[in-house]
C-alpha cells in the first residue's frame, strides 16, 4: 500500500510541478522568480536571514524590532505612508520575524508588480533609522508584549520553555527578546543592525505570481543592482546546544483559571531526515479529530479541553512541543500521564498500516493547499534555498516524508521524546488572595 501511495503522491507533484527561476545579481542577492497567470496578483517577498539567534545576547529582540521598524518609512517614503501606498493601489502587505530569519511580502494586483519591488528596495537601501521611529516602534513592541505574554493565558510558555531547554544556543530566547535591552540600545546600535543584516547578500527576493519575466528582471536591475552589498561580519552561531539527558521540570502560576502541561522536547533541525519523521509524529498524536491525543485524552477520557504537538521549523536543533489544557476538575498530573501514555504506545509499538497511509495523505494534501496560492509559493522558494540550499524542495519535497518509514517513527519517538530529553512545566491558576 505504501509504495502505491508514494506513486500516487509523486505523479499528483509532478502534475503541479512549480517551474521557477533563479539567479543572484553582481551584489549577492538571490532572485527567484515564478509565472503563474491563473489570478492577476502578484507577491513579491525578501527573505532576511535574520532572526533571533544571530542578536547580541545583550541585545536581544532587534530582529523583530526591525520588523516593525523597516515600515516606518524611507527616504522616498514618508513616515506611516508605506501602508497606504499599497492598500491605495488594492494590496495587502505584512511581515513576520522567527528565531532564523524576517520576512516581508507585499501582494499587489499584477500591475503593480514595480510597485512592490520599488518598496523593498527602499526598505533594504535607504530606510529611515531615526529616534522618532526608533520610539514609536519601542512602544508598539511594548504593546504587543503586553498583548501577547502578560495579558494572555498561557502566553508565557514559549519563553519559559526555552530559557529552560537551551543554555548555550541562542534560541534560549525568543523572538520579541527583551524590552530591557531594547530600551538600554542606543541609535547607532540599530543603524548598525541594520547595515549588517539588511543587505542584498543576506536577502531573498521571491516574486511569484502573474508576471511578465523579462519586464520583472529589468525592474529588478533597476531598483536593486544598485544597492552595495554589505561588508560588514554577519553572526552566525555556530554554538551546539549538547545533549540533555536530564529531565527540567518547573510550576508557574498564572492568571487562568484551567491547569495545564507544556513539554518541550529536542528534536533535530529541518533540514535533515529525523526532521520529517518528527514532524509526521506529532501530525499523527494531534493533528485533526481523529488523531490520536484527541481521540483518546479529549473525547475518550474527557481529561483535557485541549491538546496539541507540533514542532518547530528550526535552522539548528530546536524544540517540538506538547501541551494540554486540562477538563474541569482533572489535575494536571493526570492530564501529563495521559499524555505521557500516548508517547508511550508509539515508542513501542508500529503505528497501523492504515494510520500510516492516512498520515501520508495528510501530509500531501497539506503541502498541495500551501502552495495553491502565489504567495505562498513564494515564501516555500525562498525557504527552501535559504534554508535548505535548495528551492526546487518546492516541487520534491514530499518524496522526503515518503521516505519516512513506520520503523521510522518508532525510531525518533525512542530517540528524541524521552523523559530525560524534556522541559516540563505545569501551569497553576495563581493562589487567589485570603481577606
Not at 93 to 113: G, H, K, M, V, W
Request: aromatic fraction near 10%.
Amino acid at each position: 500500500m505504501s509504495a502505491v501511495l508514494f506513486s500516487i503522491a509523486i505523479a499528483a507533484q509532478a502534475q503541479n510541478k512549480i517551474e521557477f527561476e533563479q539567479y543572484k545579481l553582481k551584489n549577492g542577492l538571490n532572485v527567484i522568480l515564478h509565472e503563474d497567470h491563473s489570478t492577476p496578483i502578484v507577491a513579491v517577498t525578501v527573505l532576511y536571514h535574520v532572526g533571533s539567534k544571530n542578536e547580541d545576547p545583550n541585545r536581544t529582540g532587534f530582529a523583530h524590532f526591525f520588523e516593525h521598524l523597516l515600515f516606518e518609512g524611507s527616504e522616498n517614503i514618508k513616515r506611516g505612508e508605506y501602508m497606504k501606498i499599497v492598500q491605495s493601489n488594492g494590496g495587502i502587505l505584512n511581515a513576520n520575524t522567527s528565531f532564523d530569519r524576517t520576512f516581508y511580502f507585499e501582494i499587489l494586483p499584477s500591475n503593480q508588480a514595480e510597485l512592490g519591488l520599488w518598496l523593498e528596495s527602499e526598505r533594504m537601501l535607504h530606510a529611515i533609522i531615526d529616534e522618532t521611529g526608533v520610539e514609536t516602534q519601542r512602544e508598539v513592541v511594548k504593546e504587543e508584549y503586553r498583548q501577547r505574554f502578560d495579558n494572555q493565558p498561557y502566553g508565557t510558555f514559549l519563553p519559559k520553555l526555552c530559557e529552560r531547554a537551551f543554555q548555550d544556543h541562542p534560541y534560549r530566547w525568543i523572538t520579541i527578546g527583551s524590552l530591557e535591552h531594547l530600551n538600554q540600545a542606543k541609535i547607532e546600535e540599530f543603524r548598525e543592525f541594520y547595515k549588517t543584516y539588511y543587505v542584498p547578500n543576506n536577502a531573498t527576493l521571491s516574486i511569484a505570481g502573474d508576471i511578465n519575466k523579462p519586464q520583472v528582471k529589468k525592474w529588478i536591475e533597476k531598483y536593486f543592482s544598485d544597492i552595495p552589498v554589505g561588508t560588514k561580519p554577519m553572526n552566525r552561531p555556530t554554538v551546539k546546544e549538547p545533549i540533555k539527558y536530564k529531565e527540567v521540570r518547573d510550576t508557574v502560576y498564572d492568571n487562568i483559571q484551567l491547569p495545564a502541561v507544556m513539554m518541550g522536547y529536542h528534536t533535530p533541525a529541518q533540514n535533515t531526515p529525523d526532521a520529517y519523521a518528527v514532524s509526521m509524529l506529532a501530525q499523527l498524536l494531534s493533528q485533526g479529530k481523529s488523531s490520536r491525543m484527541q481521540k483518546s485524552i479529549v473525547d475518550q477520557q474527557q481529561k483535557a479541553i485541549f491538546v496539541g504537538a507540533f514542532p518547530f521549523p528550526t535552522e539548528d536543533p530546536g524544540l517540538a512541543i506538547m501541551f494540554g489544557v486540562t477538563n474541569m476538575g482533572v489535575s494536571v498530573i493526570d492530564l501529563e500521564k495521559s499524555i505521557n501514555e500516548e508517547i508511550e504506545k508509539v515508542q513501542k509499538e508500529l503505528i497501523s498500516e492504515e494510520e500510516f497511509q492516512k498520515l501520508k495523505n495528510q501530509i500531501e494534501s497539506e503541502m498541495i493547499t500551501g502552495n495553491a496560492k502565489v504567495e505562498g509559493i513564494a515564501e516555500s522558494l525562498a525557504n527552501y534555498f535559504v534554508y535548505f540550499g535548495d528551492a526546487n524542495l518546492v516541487n520534491t519535497e514530499i518524496e522526503r516524508y515518503m521516505k519516512v518509514t513506520r520503523e521510522d517513527i518508532k525510531r525518533v519517538a525512542n530517540e528524541y521524546f524521552r523523559k530525560d530529553n524534556r522541559v516540563v512545566l505545569h501551569y497553576l491558576p495563581k493562589p487567589q488572595p485570603t481577606n
